[in-house]
């Protein structure tokens, strides 16, 4: 004899007699919970995946790096420095009082150890697309280095700069002659009128005749006003979203990233050598230094050929902060030729 089946209770049996169709919407329609649902636009791409995934790779990376580590500890804004640091350890590249430019000097580690070595009496100048806080004592321009008009401004300022440090140097050795005159208490015998205005007239005719005289070279010597050129350049990537952002705080540049295409980097990174060399032509005084970051390829040959012929000494370099898994190089060009400009050694190659 089989077991008879329980009877379902009451309660079911009249739920489903008096709403059947509730039991079949409810079984029917999906499954939501208001409270814990997502909306459609807020959900993360297979991009955005990806990217948590690398950017945690990243942070573990820079966990575990001791020049990271070191930099914090050190308070420097970030692990590069230690790249500049290691190559002036090497060549002696900075002096007192002296004057540097940086180009791409964000996030400013370089510039950092740049305004430490030179000191309060020298000058260290930044340019860079983005913007960035610069370190105590370090005057920075944000804009794109290649625009010409961007160029211009830094040259303008360089020159006011050398102008400002040449009148603070006069008033200081007027002031110690003036002290030595009232220690002595020696009364000197002033020109009389006359005699100024022959001498007037004179050095008017003179300076007259130099202008003259001066050629196109000379004027580009006025413009040799700095000590060393920093290159931590590396190509921006194309913009592909953003357009409607206007904050500075938010650029859609990416001056320290690179594409992974290798050619595409190291291409990139010559063009922007070459830039900072047309610069240095215009700007570095004779026996001044050259340090520029390229990706290495088939074309760093040749742009070290050209260094040779306006600087006696030029290195490669990978310093030991340097990640060995990056392909990133160091061209250290030691004391400028005196009259050897870029515009000379292109044209020479061309013959």
Known sequence: MLPLRPKPPRTFLRHLLLKPTTLFLTLSSPISHPQTSTPHHLLPTLSQIRNSSSSGRWKLRQSSDPYTREAKVLQLKSRAAFKLLQLDNKYNLFRRCKTVVDLGFAPGSWSQVAIERVGTNGTVVGI?????????????FQGNFLDKGVQRMVKEFLLEDQERKRQRREEEESSIEEGEEEKEDVVRERKSYIDLEREAVAGREEKEKEEKDESQDKKKKSMRVVDIVLSDMSE????????????????????????????????????LCHAALSF??????????????????????????????????????????SRSESKETFFVALKRKGDVTLEDVEESAEL
């Open 280 to 321: 240095a032509s215009d700007t570095l005084k004779p026996g001044g230094h050259f340090v520029c970051k390229f990706y290495q390829g088939s074309e760093d040959k040749d742009f070290e050929k050209i260094l040779k012929k306006m600087f006696q000494r030029v290195h490669r370099e990978k310093p030991d902060s």
């Open 128 to 140: 860079d697309i983005l913007p960035a806080q610069p370190p105590r004592g370090v005057s920075t």
């Open 236 to 271: 921006p990537w194309p913009q592909t979203y953003g357009f409607t952002i206007k904050s500075l705080s938010n650029p859609y540049f990416r001056m320290m990233n690179t594409s992974g295409i290798a050619i595409k980097d190291h291409a990139g990174s010559m063009d």
